[in-house]
């Protein structure tokens, strides 16, 4: 997304900051309380798309409650910081690895923030390591990183291996709470274990990709905050801050009116598509003091990673992932300095983030 869509925001906020779109036939919604108020009031703003005439779609992200809360649960304990915790020292040997093989000409996306999260995940999952770079190519298909004819091969061929991984009854770990997976009296079928798969892919990889990314930005742009961060304090602060100022999910675009109903006295349909604007949130004056800055708060209520019932499972995670990918630049780089002339930026306007970062 450009800079220059957080002027748009503003604008939309000022102007009472619900808009219709008629070209997306969608409501956006761009201040921090109606934002929040849609995401907490899951029983009329659904995740399903059949309430606008999609399609269901196998994962949680797109189911309502109580069957979300089932699904969600499955996997939810190992999500926890206790858990997550366990995995540190395993994140960190990652980081440290990848970003000791960088150079200088070295692309930061591709070598560093895209590898990181895509390897933890791989590590959560127990992937074989021989497998890991199959795992890899086939997560940019996922994501939309990759697209051509060769997806086939080998999407057949990671459902291959995964239905073989599942079909060993593994003992522990995330891939065992799937194996055995019990709801409305019987086993997750194996599209449904390899759904929980997909859906870890799509939500882990890119937005902690993005936030690295992005936190790189910050200390390219600001000379001095790179003093700032000499606690633990400042340095939950500037993460925090970063996922408020530069959000790496600016929307999500799939909330559907389950009934017709009213926000801030507007009159909305069921089966309406609703889209809301995180980004726009996060910028919201009478929600933040000098939005436009980034400032290391001590309080910071962002909505980066949503709220209410789908609110990110996986942030317990991110959060690590974030504080180690920081350390190990500010511990091997004296100087953070993006090369703005070499380095691409997304335009995609629902992301915020960097297709190729390098360093002056
Ligand atoms: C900076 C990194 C991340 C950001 C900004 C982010 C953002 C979000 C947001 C905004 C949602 C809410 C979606 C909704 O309400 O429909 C969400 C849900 C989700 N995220 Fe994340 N996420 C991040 C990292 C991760 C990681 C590391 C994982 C897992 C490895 C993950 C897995 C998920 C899953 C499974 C959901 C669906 C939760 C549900 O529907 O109950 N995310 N994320």
Not at 115 to 120: A, Q, S
Not at 150 to 165: A, D, P, Q, T, V
Request: glycine letters at 6%; a negative charge; aromatic letters at 10%.
């Amino acid at each position: 997304m450009l800079d220059e869509n957080f002027d748009y925001y503003k604008n939309a906020r000022d102007n009472g900051g619900i808009i219709y779109n008629r070209e997306n036939n969608c409501w956006e919604i761009y201040t921090y309380d109606a934002c929040k108020y849609v995401l907490m009031h899951d029983d009329i703003f659904s995740s399903n798309p059949k309430y606008a005439g999609g399609t269901s779609g196998l994962s949680f992200i797109n189911m309502d409650n109580p069957e979300h809360k089932d699904y969600r649960n499955i996997i939810a304990p190992y999500f926890m910081p206790t858990k997550i915790n366990e995995m540190t020292s395993e994140i960190s040997d990652i980081s440290d690895k990848l970003i000791r093989n960088l150079n200088h000409d070295s692309d930061i996306v591709g070598n560093y923030a895209v590898e990181l999260p895509v390897n933890v995940i791989s590590q959560l999952l127990g992937i074989p390591e021989e497998d890991r770079t199959k795992f890899k190519e086939w997560s940019d298909y996922i994501i939309g990183n990759k697209n051509d004819e060769n997806f086939g091969l080998i999407n057949n061929y990671m459902i291959r291996k995964l239905s073989g991984l599942f079909s060993k009854n593994p003992e522990n770990g995330i891939m065992s709470v799937i194996n055995n997976g019990y709801i409305n009296n019987k086993n997750l079928n194996i599209n449904e274990k390899i759904g929980y798969i997909m859906l870890l892919i799509i939500g882990g990889n890119e937005t902690t990709t993005n936030l690295i990314t992005n936190m790189l930005k910050v200390l390219s742009d600001n000379d001095d905050m790179i003093n700032n961060l000499n606690n633990d304090r400042a340095i939950h602060n500037f993460i925090e801050e970063t996922l408020r100022y530069y959000s790496p999910i600016q929307f999500l675009p799939h909330r559907f009116i389950k009934e017709d109903t009213e926000l801030n006295g507007i009159s909305m349909k069921k089966g309406q598509r609703v889209s809301v604007f995180l980004g726009s949130a996060n910028r919201d004056k009478n929600m933040f003091d000098n939005p436009d800055e980034f400032i290391l708060r001590d309080r910071n209520e962002h909505i980066a990673f949503g709220r209410g019932s789908h609110m990110c499972i996986g942030a317990p995670l991110a959060s690590p992932e974030a504080k180690i990918a920081l350390n190990d630049f500010l511990h091997y780089y004296n100087r953070i300095k993006i090369d703005h002339k070499k380095s691409v930026i997304l335009e995609n306007p629902m992301v915020y983030g960097y297709k190729t970062m390098f360093f002056e």
